[in-house]
Each structure stands twice: as C-alpha cells, then as structure tokens.
C-alpha cells in the first residue's frame, strides 16, 4: 500500500512555514539586474524551482504560459517575468544549463510548457514527486504535505492567488510571495532530505556523452 502524507487538516496544527518575505523577492528589471541574478544562481548551482502562468477558463483554451518562472536560492528568490525580453532569455539559459539542478515539484507540465513557450529543453531537474514516489508515497505528493512531512511545517498556499492573472506586468504583493515561496519550500525540503546512493544515482541528472544532463528519472 502506498503511503500518504500529512493531510490538510494535520499541516494545520503545525507551525507555520518560514517563507521568503519581500525583501529577499528579487524581479530583475534591468540587463544588469538579469545577468546578476544569472550569476548567482550559477554560483549556487542548485535552486528551488517553479514557474506560474496566467489560468484557462474556458474548455478547449491552450495555456500559453509559463509567465513566471522562479529561482529560489537559500536567502532570496528571483523572479523572471517572460513579458521581459532579457528576463526571459536569461531563464532560458539557466533552464538549458546543466550546471544548475532546478528542484521543484510536479515538474512534467513544466517541461511541454516551457518547450513550447521559450523553445527551451528542461536540463538537470528534480522533481521532488518523483523521490517521494521511491520512497513510497503517492505519486504526487505536493509541496504543502511534503514541508509538513519533512519539515512539520504548514505550508499554506492561497487558492485565491492561484488563478490570478500571471501574466501581468506590475505583480501583487502577494503574487510575489506565492510564486517565489513556492520554489523556496522545494529548496528547503530538499536540503532536508538525505538521499541514499541509490537514490541520487536514479534521480540526480546524469552527464551524457554530448556534455549535457539527461532528464531526471520517471521511475
């Protein structure tokens, strides 16, 4: 039988999750600002990761997102805005870049998307589901029952902010804090976890011949 995480009613009890407060939110708006945040996520090398995109509403309506796509290192998160021409070349880059692990949850939408939108191909991901998954749980774990099982935690995420518009060019405060603490909940459970040989073997990016990263593990 599959495991379960913590339900709703049980991460609720639990202290609140120590987010990202706005003034670790960065969304560069100059090319200064992009090739800097550039910079110190390369340095990293590993980042929390997620993108948003303005919701469908109507049946048959393609997505055309992602709008957003953040970056979440240990004490700030960035924030590139696809409307940005410099923003959204410098995402690509880091997206493409085998050097830098992106770590998120739920990451195979993101991929078709992000292909389809930027014309980039998803590089040196993982997708903390999946690690879950080998270790039991239901296929999709999520990040709210993952910071309450990792970290005891409650990671609340607003419904409201959710389905608002992404693609606008001046977010919401609260826009901000969603989106980035979204991939700062995937860096922080991951730094929490050990993983076994075994694991980092099955689901850490592999070099291929060509110099770049395969694609994580499915399994």
């Known amino acids: 039988m599959r495991k379960?995480?913590?339900g709703k009613a049980e991460t609720d009890l639990?202290?609140?999750?120590?987010?990202?407060?706005?003034?670790?939110?960065?969304?560069?708006d100059t090319a200064e600002a992009v090739a800097a945040a550039v910079a110190e996520i390369r340095t990293a090398g590993e980042a929390g990761f997620d993108t948003e995109s303005k919701p469908?509403?109507?049946?048959?309506?393609?997505?055309?997102?992602?709008?957003l796509v953040q970056f979440a290192l240990p004490d700030r998160a960035f924030l590139f805005q696809m409307h940005d021409g410099a923003s959204r070349d410098a995402a690509s880059l880091l997206l493409e870049d085998p050097a830098v692990l992106k770590i998120g949850f739920g990451l195979s939408a993101d991929r078709s998307q992000i292909h389809a939108k930027l014309g980039a191909t998803l590089q040196s991901v993982l997708d903390l589901d999946h690690l879950f998954r080998r270790r039991g749980y239901n296929s999709s774990l999520g990040a709210r029952a993952a910071v309450g099982l990792v970290l005891d935690r409650n990671f609340r995420k607003s419904k409201s902010v959710t389905t608002t518009n992404w693609s606008l060019p001046v977010l919401s405060d609260a826009q901000k804090l969603?989106?980035?603490?979204?991939?700062?909940?995937?860096l922080c459970v991951y730094?929490?976890?050990?993983l076994s040989a075994d694991e980092r073997q099955a689901l850490m990016p592999r070099p291929r011949k060509d110099g770049r990263a395969e694609a994580e593990s499915e399994g």
């Open 178 to 186: 969603y989106a980035a603490n979204d991939a700062y909940a995937a």
């Open 56 to 67: 469908t509403f109507k049946a048959g309506e393609a997505c055309s997102g992602p709008h």
């Open 14 to 28: 639990m202290q609140p999750f120590d987010g990202l407060t706005l003034e670790r939110i960065v969304i560069p």
């Open 191 to 194: 730094r929490a976890l050990t």
């Open 4 to 6: 379960t995480g913590p």
